[in-house]
């Protein structure tokens, strides 16, 4: 079997379980949070996804996802972990809400990365969304902006998001033999610097898309956390 015909049966696979109204899911490996990070006791906290069963510290901001299922097809690889489903998005917010699984962190300096396995189809994005938080509730909803940190057919893509829509303030090409990618924000005070490295390059490789984004310009007064989700969607008006 190709390289090229390899790809397309994983992909089959990982979606064989997806139930959402349209079938491409990403599948997220492993998630790394790291409080305070730079200082030399600090300790990265890493999920490696091995079931459905999440801790406590997870959240649904969005309710239940719909189609999330656990893939364990291939124990001799590490493309394993959680499935989400990319949800059908109209052209305006306010219809069907994106798939998300959040961690709360209230802390203003930490790192996060996640280990991410997706093959987008035309109109899918699946990655990181940092939304602040003062209810453990998602901010797009309320009209407040969000930043995704995505994956998407060209590659990946830094979108401001909010209830009316996207602004894309930064993007990058990858290379087209890319399925694989390793998401990583670091937060310092307002400002989230966003950066990536993809299958086949070393652990500290990390390339950043975009300049640091104040975070905190069009927040409410009362913020006191950060919501960082896991998060995929599928929109036709892209």
């Known amino acids: ?11 089959a696979l990982i979606c064989a379980g997806c139930t959402s109204t349209h079938e491409n899911c990403a599948v ?3 998630f790394a949070f790291e409080e305070n990070f730079g200082n030399e006791e600090s300790k990265p906290d890493t999920t490696v996804f091995s079931s459905l069963t999440l801790g406590p510290e997870w959240l649904f901001p969005n309710g239940p996802v719909r189609g999330m299922t656990y ?7 590490i493309v394993h972990g959680i499935s989400l489903p990319c949800v059908n998005m109209s052209s305006k917010r306010g219809g069907e809400i ?3 699984v959040a961690r709360r962190i209230q802390s203003e300096h930490f790192a996060v990365m ?8 035309d109109g899918d994005a699946a990655g990181l969304i940092v939304s602040t938080d003062n209810s453990s509730s998602s901010q797009v909803s309320k009209g407040l902006s969000s930043l995704f940190f995505c994956r998407d057919l060209a590659g990946l893509a830094l979108r401001r998001m909010n209830h ?13 033999f890319v399925t694989r990618v390793y998401l990583r924000i670091e937060r310092s005070g307002p400002l989230c610097a966003f950066f990536y490295r993809y299958e086949g390059s070393g652990p500290d490789d990390w390339t950043q898309v975009g ?12 913020v006191d956390a950060t919501l960082i989700g896991l998060c995929a969607e599928h929109s036709t008006f892209l």
């Open 1 to 11: 079997m190709n390289l090229r015909s390899c790809v397309i049966f994983l992909n």
């Open 164 to 176: 009316q829509g996207f602004d894309l303030l930064a993007e990058t090409e990858l290379p087209d």
């Open 211 to 222: 300049d640091a984004i104040d975070t905190i310009s069009d927040s409410s007064s009362d």
């Open 28 to 30: 997220y490996s492993q």
């Open 114 to 121: 996640v280990e991410m396995f997706f093959e987008p189809k």
């Open 98 to 100: 994106p798939c998300q």
């Open 71 to 77: 893939v364990d097809e291939r124990p001799e690889t």
